[in-house]
């Protein structure tokens, strides 16, 4: 079209697409109306039956024909100390002594901090390490809670105090012992060696099917690198008296 012809077909209010008045180019019924090859009055194109859209964000639903579990099984806490000692680390007595002293605040509702996370210039730095896996382990499964089958009391900010014992049974597997719900169940040591490992939620994933129940919370804390952290806090104790 020509610069006369446009100018032409602004003035007379004639359609740039069909040359007719009544209405503008872009709602020109003959520009936005095809028509099919049946000479029917649908719009050309397949007919598709039964089509069901989702949406991109779904969750693929899983379902598990069995549970990857070497063992999940009720513990009696009535054992004597030294079979509790037997499946701990054997070369952290101060350790094992530390937990049984603090027995009286099992059960009592308080915010957890295990005492190698605390900072504390006094105190004299401690002459053993310790497991690094059991540490962040048990730091992560008590700092998590609630889990699924927990009173409405306990919450994410106040949790049963030394509610997990984590003990290493052979180099390839941990125990866990929940005091809280009675529940034992060992947990691959590769596990906790891996980085990414999130220990609360393998926990509570266990826990959910052992009840029954609905898991709920997504327990985001991973295993991360347990032995740096443990010699990073370590380190600091007694700093200024060496």
Known sequence: MSDEDYRNHLAN???????????LARQCPKKSTVKGKTGSDKPPGMAIFNLEMGYDDDQPVEEMDSLPLASISY?????SDESMYELSNKDTKERHEFFHSRNGWIGRLMP????????DESRPPRKQLGDALIEKAEWILDSSQPYPGDELNITSRTGVAYRFKVC????????????????CVDVPAYRLRHPQFRMARWFAHHLANELDIEFLGSYPTQMGNALEELVECLIRDGGPTM
């Open 168 to 183: 290493k049974v052979d180099d390839k597997t941990y125990q866990i012992r929940d005091s809280y719900s009675g529940v």
């Open 112 to 119: 957890f901090e295990p005492e190698w996370m605390e900072f």
């Open 75 to 79: 513990c009696n806490y009535d054992t």
């Open 13 to 23: 209010g004639l359609c740039l697409y069909c040359h007719e008045k009544g209405h």
